[in-house]
């Protein structure tokens, strides 16, 4: 059944069994995880970072920006998690999934870029010695 809320709840590790209707947020490990809002039952992760997702918490509610598209599962659902509401987005289509699909990779290619050579950590620390 598709749903029109979650709840959020906060944890160091993912439990095994994950129930409809929960967000679980690991700022440990930077993840979040929930049960497909449509009710296919297929686990969503979404990583937290700056090229993935960023989730906010106004001591109350939860939201993740930008929004799930859940386009690898039969389902295709998309929706936006904002302050604990999901908010339905209408079904894309195949090309326009494609076109998401690359900006996203665009997005992750200039985050972890500088002057078009990779920019982590590692890079950094292995050019000063």
């Keep these: 059944m598709k749903q029109h809320t979650i709840q959020h709840e906060f944890v160091e590790f993912m439990p095994e069994r994950l129930e409809e209707g ?3 947020v690991s700022v ?3 993840t979040a995880v929930h049960k497909c809002c449509c009710g296919c039952g297929n686990d969503v992760f ?6 993935d997702w960023k989730l906010t918490f106004d001591g109350r509610t939860v939201s993740l920006f930008p ?3 859940n386009w690898s599962f ?3 659902s998309h929706y936006w998690i904002r302050n ?5 987005a209408r079904r894309w289509s195949q090309d ?4 998401g699909r690359a900006k996203d990779a665009r997005r992750r290619q200039k985050q972890y870029t500088r002057n078009g050579k990779p920019d982590t950590l590692w890079h950094r620390i292995k050019k000063r010695f």
């Design 96 to 99: 326009e999934i494609e076109a």
């Design 67 to 69: 929004s799930i598209g």
């Design 74 to 76: 039969a389902c295709q």
């Design 22 to 24: 929960t967000l679980y």
């Design 28 to 30: 440990h490990y930077a």
């Design 84 to 88: 604990n509401r999901i908010e339905w």
């Design 46 to 51: 979404t990583p937290l970072s700056p090229a």
